[in-house]
Nanobody
Framework: QVQLVESGGGLVQAGGSLRLSCAAS????????MRWYRQAPGKQRELVAV???????NYADSVKGRFTISRDNAKDTVYLQMNSLKPDDTAVYYC?????????WGQGTQVTVSS
């Protein structure tokens, strides 16, 4: 059974930085795409960033130039470096990984940006 453990969320002032981590365990085959989503109160979950198995990345327009997604395949871990944070970035952040054809989700980590 694949399990994901997220860490790195917290409270930060606007303009600050946080780094989220998501470590996967139990995957018996290579992990394909790794993604970060977020869900703010009263809003739908949205895709923030994705990194493919080959290292290609893509970002939501709202975070381009501020967030960086990366992965360490040796550790089955995906990271999200978040800089120049804004109050609008406040949300629960979820990691998501695709193993073969199955999606797995982390438990979520709260990010709160104060103005």
């Amino acid at each position: 059974q694949v399990q994901l453990v997220e860490s790195g969320g917290g409270l930060v002032q606007a303009g600050g930085s946080l780094r989220l981590s998501c470590a996967a365990s139990g995957a018996r085959t290579s992990i394909n795409a790794m993604r970060w989503y977020r869900q703010a109160p009263g809003k739908q979950r949205e895709l923030v960033a994705v990194v493919t198995a080959g290292g290609n990345t893509n970002y939501a327009d709202s975070v381009k130039g501020r967030f960086t997604i990366s992965r360490d395949n040796a550790k089955d871990t995906v990271y999200l470096q978040m800089n120049s944070l804004k109050p609008d970035d406040t949300a629960v952040y979820y990691c998501n990984i695709l193993v073969f054809t199955t999606n797995y989700w982390g438990q979520g980590t709260q990010v709160t940006v104060s103005s």
